[in-house]
């Protein structure tokens, strides 16, 4: 799975409202940005499907302290990562100074998962559930040469993994190569 920018919508979109300071956002300081007229219900209710960030989490926050975080809902979200991601390698690539796509939209979110994925992490190793976050100084809005470079030695060695026997999930699952489907996180 090669993401160009693993987003939380959700926190996209309340950044621009902020940043160009829609009504909207400054009646509540953007609590209740949510079902506005900048946001609306059914804007919401898709999101809340696909967005990688509210699958897990819903429309509440990423948690800031993991400890805080009860048994019962981490092995909800255990369930959730396994079902969603699990033998999947994630690539994330994002330009520090990107200005529609701020990195900081994300980081959240991102921080989280490289946290449960990383050592000691309580998703450390399940799965095969592999998190690659480069963020490109200087780099803007855009898909530079350097960054071409790295996703396609990233995807070599994803498939030179898969030689060594990194099984995809359709194929774990006893499954076949055709057809097509989606994945959201």
Same mark, same amino acid.
């Given at each position: 799975? $090669? ?14 409202a ?24 059914a ?12 699958? !897990? ?8 302290? $993991? ?5 019962? &809902? ?11 991601v ?5 690539l ?12 900081d ?11 449960? &994925? ?6 450390e190793?399940?799965?095969g !559930? ?43 699952k006893?499954?076949? &190569? ?8």
């Open positions: 799975m $090669l993401w160009q920018a693993l987003m939380t919508f959700s926190e996209l979109l309340r950044d621009r902020r940043r160009f300071g829609r009504d909207s956002y400054k009646a509540n300081n953007g609590d209740t940005f949510a079902n506005s007229v900048d946001f609306p219900p804007l919401v209710a898709s999101l809340s499907r696909t967005d990688p960030k509210a699958l !897990l989490f819903s429309s509440s926050p990423v948690p800031k302290d $993991l400890s805080s975080i009860s048994s019962e &809902t981490k092995a909800a979200l255990i369930s959730r990562l396994t079902f969603r699990g033998n999947k390698q994630v994330v690539q994002s330009g520090a100074v990107d200005k529609l796509v701020p990195y939209c994300s980081k959240p979110f991102l921080d989280f998962l490289k946290h449960i &994925t990383g050592p000691a992490g309580w998703f190793g399940k799965e !559930l592999l998190i690659d976050d480069r963020v490109y100084e200087g780099v803007g809005h855009r898909f530079t040469d350097g960054m071409m470079d790295d996703a396609v030695k990233w995807i070599a060695e994803v498939v030179g993994r898969s030689d060594r026997g990194f099984k995809p999930e359709w194929e774990r006893g499954g076949s &190569t055709t057809g097509s489907s989606k994945s959201y996180l």
